[in-house]
């Protein structure tokens, strides 16, 4: 059994080492990454929307405080260093409510953000630029739908070329809506920004769009954008899931909408598989295990379905869909339905292969020792070591009301506490995908300011794993440098602490540099 790293103020160590739950990894080769599980908060209201990998090795996550500065929510952003601890943090307010839902890390370093807010009137979606420091560069605010709930839409993609694209929906009734497409310069300089309506159904009608990736050609030249989304005929009708591609100026080149009878289909996520082929979950309102689930189809070049998965334990989140190269395996974040009187839902990652077919779900967070409680997953991505970072909420462990809950694993979802396995459900699912076309239009924008404020939360470490930790007890010690010195001097394979295939002096030098290297 691996030991935590440490205590937690509410004893979980303790209570869990009784049960049984602590999910060792075997100790093996001992370059294995850091993994970790943390809750990062208040005593107020935070949760992560979305995170994602940084190129220093940490880690960028977004999502709101609730109560700081206003009654409502408020932005929330995080710099994480590797081992998920925050080396700054900064608050966002404005006179409304503001919730940030997507981040990227920008080709200059700093962190362009989508998010939604209710400071501008007849407005809603807000593009929002900081430096890496977290200082303030730019925001606009265009028109919008804020603060609907589900399904969330408002996500943000930075192109090759340095522009950036956001994603979202513009209220054109008191309950009806238009999908938009917002594309900008790095310097916020707006280049389109369009609404686009299902051209079938009435002005009462519902479409938005919920993420975006850039489209290349063989030769690798950008062609324009693929859209996941949802249109629905009016509130009372069953959503329907969809896809589109335009070209680099936002026009439509082909939409398509999947339409099942008694399915309800929102595409929550889109990422590029390997060639030209497209992955996208999507979550559905009931599927043929009962209830509410979530799906993946893939999608080849032209935009035929080439193969469809429904999952009954697995509800995805909003853009939480990522490929895993060069494996094509993909990754899907979300929410383990509750099970039991006492468990609420817990977070959950789902492993599948390009086809759809899982290869593991695996389940975080209190529930696994059965404590009451519920946590979520709103986002993951690839880490550099090769591992995975999610993000989302924590309601059972933490300072307050919820905490932004943060997981690193390794390249198979494992972590060192509060994680088992669980086996998927799945299977096929039918959802036929026919063209259909969108009529547009234009929307307005405005600068918005913002008030930018640094702040500082608690860390709560569930449980960590250090690199240096070689013996795997849960300390760095001089047991672990003589136990790595001893597999050196024998020319065993754990040593090979940089992973190069070779036990040489470079996994030396390796060794004593993450020895050295202070760990939470």
């Given at each position: 059994?691996?030991?935590?790293?440490?205590?937690?103020?509410?004893?979980?160590?303790?209570?869990?080492?009784?049960?049984?739950?602590?999910?060792?990894?075997?100790?093996?080769?001992?370059?294995?990454?850091?993994?970790?599980?943390?809750?990062?908060?208040?005593?107020?209201?935070?949760?992560?929307?979305?995170?994602?990998?940084?190129?220093?090795g940490g880690f960028i996550s977004v999502g709101y405080r609730r109560g700081q500065f206003n009654a409502g929510r408020d932005i929330l952003v995080t710099k994480h260093n590797q081992y998920?601890?925050?080396?700054?943090?900064?608050?966002?307010?404005?006179?409304?409510?503001?919730?940030?839902?997507?981040?990227?890390?920008?080709?200059?370093?700093?962190?362009?953000?989508?998010?939604?807010?209710?400071?501008?009137?007849?407005?809603?979606?807000?593009?929002?630029?900081?430096?890496?420091?977290?200082?303030?560069?730019?925001?606009?605010?265009?028109?919008?739908?804020?603060?609907?709930?589900?399904?969330?839409?408002?996500?943000?993609?930075?192109?090759?070329?340095?522009?950036?694209?956001?994603?979202?929906?513009?209220?054109?009734?008191?309950?009806?809506?238009?999908?938009?497409?917002?594309?900008?310069?790095?310097?916020?300089?707006?280049?389109?920004?369009?609404?686009?309506?299902?051209?079938?159904?009435?002005?009462?009608?519902?479409?938005?769009?919920?993420?975006?990736?850039?489209?290349?050609?063989?030769?690798?030249?950008?062609?324009?954008?693929?859209?996941?989304?949802?249109?629905?005929?009016?509130?009372?009708?069953?959503?329907?899931?969809?896809?589109?591609?335009?070209?680099?100026?936002?026009?439509?080149?082909?939409?398509?909408?999947?339409?099942?009878?008694?399915?309800?289909?929102?595409?929550?996520?889109?990422?590029?598989?390997?060639?030209?082929?497209?992955?996208?979950?999507?979550?559905?309102?009931?599927?043929?295990?009962?209830?509410?689930?979530?799906?993946?189809?893939?999608?080849?070049?032209?935009?035929?379905?080439?193969?469809?998965?429904?999952?009954?334990?697995?509800?995805?989140?909003?853009?939480?869909?990522?490929?895993?190269?060069?494996?094509?395996?993909?990754?899907?974040?979300?929410?383990?339905?509750?099970?039991?009187?006492?468990?609420?839902?817990?977070?959950?990652?789902?492993?599948?292969?390009?086809?759809?077919?899982?290869?593991?779900?695996?389940?975080?967070?209190?529930?696994?020792?059965?404590?009451?409680?519920?946590?979520?997953?709103?986002?993951?991505?690839?880490?550099?070591?090769?591992?995975?970072i999610a993000a989302g909420l924590t309601g059972t462990f933490g300072f307050g009301n919820g905490d932004l809950y943060l997981v690193k694993t390794d390249s198979g979802g494992v972590v060192?506490?509060?994680?088992?396995?669980?086996?998927?459900?799945?299977?096929?699912?039918?959802?036929?995908?026919?063209?259909?076309?969108?009529?547009?239009?234009?929307?307005?924008?405005?600068?918005?300011?913002?008030?930018?404020?640094?702040?500082?939360?608690?860390?709560?470490?569930?449980?960590?794993?250090?690199?240096?930790?070689?013996?795997?007890?849960?300390?760095?010690?001089?047991?672990?440098?003589?136990?790595?010195?001893?597999?050196?001097?024998?020319?065993?394979?754990?040593?090979?602490?940089?992973?190069?295939?070779?036990?040489?002096?470079?996994?030396?030098?390796?060794?004593?540099?993450?020895?050295?290297?202070?760990?939470?």
């Amino acid at each position: 059994m691996t030991k935590a790293r440490k205590i937690t103020s509410r004893g979980w160590v303790a209570k869990a080492a009784m049960l049984g739950v602590l999910s060792g990894t075997s100790v093996g080769a001992m370059g294995v990454p850091p993994t970790f599980q943390e809750a990062i908060g208040t005593q107020l209201e935070e949760q992560a929307m979305a995170v994602q990998s940084t190129r220093d090795g940490g880690f960028i996550s977004v999502g709101y405080r609730r109560g700081q500065f206003n009654a409502g929510r408020d932005i929330l952003v995080t710099k994480h260093n590797q081992y998920g601890i925050p080396q700054w943090e900064r608050v966002l307010v404005g006179p409304g409510e503001e919730v940030a839902f997507n981040v990227r890390q920008t080709l200059d370093g700093g962190y362009a953000i989508a998010a939604e807010s209710t400071s501008i009137a007849g407005l809603g979606t807000a593009v929002i630029k900081l430096t890496a420091a977290g200082g303030f560069v730019w925001a606009e605010m265009y028109q919008g739908a804020p603060l609907l709930g589900t399904p969330l839409v408002t996500a943000i993609e930075e192109m090759k070329n340095g522009d950036l694209v956001v994603v979202s929906r513009v209220a054109t009734g008191v309950a009806s809506h238009d999908a938009t497409i917002i594309r900008v310069r790095a310097n916020g300089v707006a280049l389109f920004s369009n609404r686009y309506h299902d051209a079938r159904y009435e002005n009462n009608s519902l479409t938005g769009f919920t993420d975006v990736r850039e489209w290349f050609d063989t030769a690798g030249v950008s062609r324009g954008l693929v859209i996941s989304g949802y249109t629905e005929r009016d509130a009372n009708s069953v959503r329907e899931a969809t896809i589109l591609r335009t070209d680099s100026a936002g026009l439509p080149l082909q939409y398509r909408v999947g339409f099942a009878p008694n399915t309800d289909a929102v595409a929550t996520g889109i990422d590029s598989l390997m060639p030209l082929d497209w992955g996208m979950s999507l979550r559905l309102g009931n599927t043929v295990f009962g209830g509410a689930g979530s799906g993946f189809a893939r999608f080849d070049s032209l935009l035929n379905v080439t193969s469809e998965r429904q999952y009954g334990t697995f509800l995805v989140s909003h853009a939480s869909i990522q490929e895993r190269s060069p494996s094509t395996q993909i990754i899907l974040a979300g929410t383990y339905p509750a099970a039991g009187p006492i468990a609420g839902d817990e977070a959950a990652l789902l492993n599948v292969d390009p086809a759809g077919n899982p290869i593991w779900e695996r389940i975080y967070g209190g529930a696994v020792p059965n404590l009451p409680g519920v946590e979520n997953f709103n986002g993951v991505w690839p880490t550099l070591d090769g591992g995975l970072i999610a993000a989302g909420l924590t309601g059972t462990f933490g300072f307050g009301n919820g905490d932004l809950y943060l997981v690193k694993t390794d390249s198979g979802g494992v972590v060192d506490c509060l994680q088992k396995p669980v086996q998927p459900q799945s299977a096929p699912l039918q959802i036929p995908f026919t063209d259909v076309q969108l009529t547009m239009g234009g929307i307005q924008h405005t600068p918005w300011q913002p008030n930018v404020i640094a702040t500082v939360s608690q860390v709560q470490i569930l449980c960590i794993r250090c690199p240096a930790d070689f013996d795997g007890d849960g300390a760095v010690d001089i047991f672990d440098y003589d136990a790595f010195v001893a597999a050196f001097e024998a020319g065993l394979m754990s040593a090979d602490f940089d992973g190069d295939g070779t036990v040489d002096f470079f996994d030396y030098d390796a060794y004593v540099v993450a020895f050295e290297t202070p760990c939470p």
